[in-house]
């Protein structure tokens, strides 16, 4: 993780995702449905639900659009069910591609990836095939401007909070964390006063391969069409776009 700053890419991309932002809300509505469906509509209660809720208030999804997810998964029936199904895969000069999907239809959504990446200069693998090259990790972001906390200061929070690495740059603290221990370190940094512009389980690659720019062009036309997918929550690759 040393010396790869994540934020980057988010800033980099939140332009194009700000532009589908219908979209987004789609995605995220399925995801807060699923989590409240299984652990119920308390997200203190409900780590997933709690997850969900942050990805949300990130991407400024309005109360109204969230209230109504929770309300549909909370109504009487057995209402609607998906599956999550992970697909691995290759781009450009062999960077690895996660694809994490929440579908109800595994035909339709394993067709539509493969499509993806047959068509556009990528290759589906096997289950196994990338995923060991990927730890799943906490992620926090905290702006840096209008903060009066230097790296120091920062660093000892965020060791005493149970984070495992801080990276720092002009613009943001970005903190990295065993998977296990997000939700504490999230909540006690909250408990200190800070407030977050990401807070997310992710999946972070273990090398970071850079790209040519031709190739690039490549891996994000493969990861734009993934994402224009309803049933595709979520795209990580190794490499910097």
Known sequence: MAGHSKWNNIKGRKGAQDAKRGKVFQKLSREIYMATKSGGSDPSSNPALRLALDKAKTANMPNDNIDRA???????????????IVYEGYGPAGVAILVHTLTDNKNRTSTNVRVAFNKNGGSLGETGSVAYMFDRKGYLVILREG?????DTMLMSVLEAGGEELEVSEEVFEIYTEASEFSSV???????????????LTMIPQVITELSEKNQEILQTIVDVLEEDDDVSEVYTSANI
């Open 186 to 200: 999230r909540d006690s940094l909250e408990k200190e006063g800070y407030s977050f512009v990401q807070a997310e």
């Open 147 to 151: 903060l009066d906390v230097d790296e």
């Open 70 to 84: 929770i309300k549909k998964a909370t109504s009487a029936g057995e209402g609607e069910n998906y599956d999550e």
